[in-house]
C-alpha cells in the first residue's frame, strides 16, 4: 500500500506538467436499488471487468444544468470546446446512450441531473458497439408518463466564422415520447496558410516543388431529427426516427511555387476550387419484446440513400511564359445507398447473462467520374456480416466476458472482388483487489475493412510530377489487441494504467511509388504487419475532493511500427498527452484545456494531432447559462505533416489556420423542463456507411 501511495503522489506531479493527445442493460429495479444503498453512499465508483458504474452525490446534482454536466465530471471525459460536446481524453470514437439507445448531444441535455440513476462507462465496449466505437457511456435514467422540456445554444466568434448552434424539445404523454431536435455548425476561414515542400528525383534529375498557398474555405452541417417513442413497461418498445444531415464545404485558394529541376529554377502560379455536398435521409426503425422475464429479443433496421456531388479545379502555370503545368479538373457524383439490420436475443441465468445476435450492413455505392484519366462509371459494393454470441458472469471477486464472433467482409469493385471470413474471439477477466482497486486483462481479435477513399480507383494531381489515388485490390487488415488495466480510485483520485499490445497483420499502408504516366503516385498497400504497444496512464485528480478544482490527465508513452510488404521497418516513438484544469464554485465554472502535440505514424507520413490551448467560462441563472472563452490562445490551429525517410519522395506540409488565433467566442443557451420523458431501454444501434469521398 504503501508503494501505492507513493506512486500516486508521483503521478500527481505529473499532472503539474503534463498535457494530451489528438461516440444491456435493462433497467432492473433490484440491482439499482442495490447501487443507490451501497455504492451512493459508500464510493461514487464501482469498476467491473468491463465497465465502471458511477453515481453522484447531492451536491453534483444540484449543480449540474443537465445531465451533461454530470458526464463531463467522469475522469476519462472532456467537453471538446470547438463542437461543444463531449469526447474522451484517450482519443478514438465515443458512442453515448441513453438506456441502450444512442443519444445525441442534445438529447444528454434534455436530460434533468435529478432523473440520473447511475452511468454506465465501458471502456471495453460489449460485443454489438466493439465495431463501432472505443469507448461507449451509457445513461441510466428513471423516467414518469408527463413532461415536456425544451431548450437552445448558441455560440459564435466576434471576429470570424465560427458559429455552433441547437435546439431542441422533447414532449411526453402517457407511453408515447416525441423529439425534434436541430443543429448547425458553421466555419467560414478566410485566411489558411499551407506550406508544402515535395523533394524527389525522377529519371536521373532532382526535382523540388516549394508551395505557399493562402486560401479561403468553410463548411456547414445541419441535423434535423424527428422521433417517436411508445414503450409498455416489460412488455414492449417501438422507435422511429428520420434522420436528415445536410453538408457543405468550399475552397477558394491561390499561391505561388518554386519549382527546381536540377539547377534550373522557375516560378509557378497556382490556383485551388472545389465544392462538395450532400443530403442524406436516414430512417432508424426499432422494435424489441420480451418474452418471459428472462428474454429479450430485438431488430433495428437503418436505411439512407443519398447523393454526393463534388467538383475540384486546380491547375499550376509557368509565371514567365503561361505555360500550363497542369490542369486538375475533376467532377464526382456519387450515389449511395445503405442498409443496416439487426437482430439479438438475450437470455439472463443465475448465474451470468448471455447475448446473441446477427447484423449484416451493405453499401452501394454508384460513381460518374471526370477527372485526369477522362471520364468512367463504376460501382463498388461493401458487404459485412457479423454473427456474436458473449456470456458474462462473475465468481466472488472474479468476473469475466468471454466472446465469440465470425465477421464477413465481402468487397467488390470493377477491378477485384474480396471475400474473406474471420474468427473473432474476445475475452475480458476481472479481479477485485480491494473495494476500490482492481486488475483487468482483455485479448480480442477483429478484421478492420479498407475504407472507400482507399478502394476508390480515382486519381489526383497533388503537385508537378505527383498524384493521389487509391487500390481497388486492398485486402482487410487483423487486429490482435490487449490490454492489462489497473484501476484505483477513492475521495481524490480515479485512476487507470493501461499496458497494451496490438498487432495488425497486412496493415492498410499509404506510400508513394512510382508512376509510368505521372512520376509518382501516393497510394496504397496491404504492409507486412504493424505493432503498437506502450502504458496509458489517465484519471482525475481532486485535491480537496471535489469540485473546487479538478486535474484530468492522458499520458501515454508509447511505440509504434510497420513492416512495409518490401520489407523495411519503419519506428516511431511518442507520448500523447492531454491536461484539462477545471474549476467550479457555486453559479461560476472554469475550465483550461492544454497538449503538446506529437508525430504518430499515418501511412507514409508523421502526423501532428490538433494543438489545444483553450480557456472557457460558464455562469448560470436560473435557466440561462452565459458562456465566454479564448481558444487557440496566442497560437493559430496548426496541423504538421512531414514523410519517412524510407519515402521515394520527401515531403513536409504545415498548415495553419489564421483565423482562429487567439479566437474570442461568446455563447449563451437555454433550458428548461417539466415533468420527465420515457427512456427507450434500446439494446441495438446501428447507423449506415458515411458519405463516401476522396
Not at 390 to 406: D, N, Q, T
Not at 600 to 625: C, D, P, R, S, V
Request: glycine share 6%.
Amino acid at each position: 500500500m504503501k508503494k501505492t501511495i507513493c506512486s500516486l503522489f508521483f503521478l500527481c506531479g505529473i499532472f503539474v506538467f503534463s498535457q494530451e493527445n489528438v461516440k444491456t442493460d435493462t433497467i432492473d429495479t433490484t440491482k439499482i436499488t442495490e447501487i443507490q444503498g451501497v455504492i451512493l453512499k459508500a464510493q461514487r465508483k464501482k469498476q467491473f471487468a468491463d465497465k465502471a458504474v458511477y453515481t453522484f452525490d447531492k451536491e453534483a446534482l444540484e449543480k449540474a444544468r443537465y445531465a451533461k454536466d454530470l458526464l463531463e465530471t467522469l475522469p476519462e471525459l472532456q467537453i471538446d470546446p470547438i463542437a461543444n460536446t463531449l469526447k474522451s481524453t484517450k482519443g478514438g470514437t465515443t458512442l453515448f446512450l441513453i438506456n441502450g439507445i444512442e443519444a445525441t448531444d442534445m438529447q444528454i441535455r434534455s436530460v434533468a441531473p435529478a432523473e440520473v440513476v447511475k452511468v454506465e462507462y465501458y471502456d471495453i465496449p460489449p460485443a454489438r458497439w466493439a465495431t463501432r466505437a472505443d469507448v461507449v457511456v451509457n445513461l441510466i435514467t428513471r423516467s414518469t408518463e408527463m413532461g415536456y422540456v425544451f431548450g437552445a445554444d448558441v455560440s459564435s466568434a466576434l471576429n470570424t466564422g465560427f458559429v455552433n448552434g441547437s435546439a431542441y424539445v422533447n414532449f411526453t404523454k402517457g407511453k408515447n415520447n416525441f423529439g425534434l431536435e436541430y443543429s448547425i455548425n458553421l466555419r467560414d476561414y478566410d485566411n489558411r496558410k499551407v506550406h508544402s515542400i515535395y523533394d524527389y528525383y525522377l529519371d536521373g534529375s532532382h526535382y523540388r516543388t516549394d508551395e505557399n498557398k493562402t486560401d479561403h474555405f468553410g463548411y456547414t452541417f445541419q441535423n434535423v431529427a424527428l422521433r417517436y417513442t411508445r414503450m409498455v413497461a416489460e412488455n414492449y418498445a417501438f422507435q422511429a426516427k428520420m434522420n436528415v444531415d445536410i453538408f457543405t464545404s468550399f475552397v477558394k485558394g491561390n499561391g505561388g511555387s518554386i519549382f527546381t529541376k536540377d539547377n534550373v529554377l522557375e516560378e509557378h502560379a497556382m490556383m485551388k476550387n472545389g465544392s462538395s455536398d450532400y443530403t442524406t435521409p436516414t430512417l432508424d426503425l426499432y422494435f424489441s419484446k420480451n418474452i418471459g422475464k428472462k428474454d429479450e429479443f430485438s431488430v433495428n433496421v437503418v436505411g439512407s440513400s443519398f447523393t454526393t456531388n463534388t467538383v475540384e479545379f486546380a491547375k499550376e502555370w509557368v509565371i514567365s511564359s503561361g505555360n500550363s503545368v497542369f490542369d486538375n479538373d475533376m467532377n464526382l457524383q456519387t450515389k449511395q445507398t445503405g442498409i443496416v439490420g439487426e437482430l439479438a436475443h438475450t437470455h439472463t441465468f443465475k448465474v451470468g447473462k448471455l447475448a446473441s445476435g446477427y447484423r449484416v450492413s451493405n453499401t452501394n455505392i454508384s460513381n460518374d467520374l471526370q477527372n485526369l484519366s477522362g471520364f468512367s462509371e463504376y460501382s463498388v459494393n461493401y458487404l459485412e456480416q457479423y454473427f456474436y454470441t458473449e456470456f458474462s458472469g462473475k465468481i466472488k471477486k472474479f468476473s469475466y466476458r468471454l466472446g465469440a464472433g465470425l465477421t464477413n467482409i465481402h468487397n467488390k469493385s470493377a477491378e477485384n472482388t474480396f471475400d474473406q471470413w474471420s474468427f473473432t474471439p474476445k475475452i475480458i477477466l476481472g479481479y477485485q483487489l480491494k473495494d476500490n482497486q482492481s486488475l483487468r486483462f482483455t485479448s480480442s481479435y477483429r478484421p478492420i475493412s479498407p475504407w472507400s477513399a482507399a478502394l476508390s480507383s480515382n486519381i489526383v494531381q497533388m503537385a508537378p510530377n505527383i498524384v493521389q489515388k487509391g487500390n481497388p485490390f486492398l485486402k482487410s487488415q487483423q487486429m490482435f489487441a490487449n490490454n492489462f488495466i489497473y484501476s484505483y480510485n477513492n475521495k481524490y483520485f480515479d485512476f487507470n494504467a493501461n499496458l497494451f499490445y496490438r498487432y495488425t497483420d497486412k496493415t492498410i499502408n499509404q506510400y508513394y511509388v512510382a508512376d509510368e504516366n505521372f512520376g509518382y503516385a501516393l497510394t496504397y498497400e496491404n504492409a507486412k504487419n504493424s505493432q503498437q504497444f506502450g502504458v496509458q496512464l489517465s484519471g482525475s485528480y481532486k485535491p480537496f475532493g471535489n469540485s473546487l478544482l479538478i486535474a484530468k490527465l492522458n499520458l501515454t508513452p508509447a511505440t509504434e511500427t510497420i513492416r512495409t510488404s518490401n520489407g523495411a521497418l519503419i519506428k516511431n516513438n511518442y507520448l500523447a498527452n492531454n491536461l484539462v484544469l477545471s474549476s467550479e464554485y457555486k453559479s461560476f465554472s472554469l475550465q483550461y484545456q492544454l497538449n503538446i502535440p506529437v508525430y504518430t505514424l499515418n501511412g507514409a507520413f508523421l502526423a501532428t494531432n490538433e494543438n489545444q490551448n483553450h480557456i472557457f467560462a460558464n455562469y448560470k441563472k436560473k435557466e440561462w447559462t452565459f458562456r465566454a472563452g479564448m481558444y487557440w490562445i496566442g497560437m493559430p490551429s496548426e496541423y504538421k505533416t512531414k514523410s519517412l525517410s524510407e519515402s521515394l519522395v520527401n515531403y513536409s506540409r504545415v498548415n495553419q489556420i489564421m483565423n482562429n488565433k487567439s479566437m474570442f467566442i461568446v455563447g449563451l443557451s437555454y433550458d428548461f423542463s417539466k415533468g420527465k420523458n420515457i427512456d427507450l431501454q434500446k439494446k441495438l444501434n446501428n447507423s449506415t456507411a458515411p458519405a463516401a469521398t476522396f
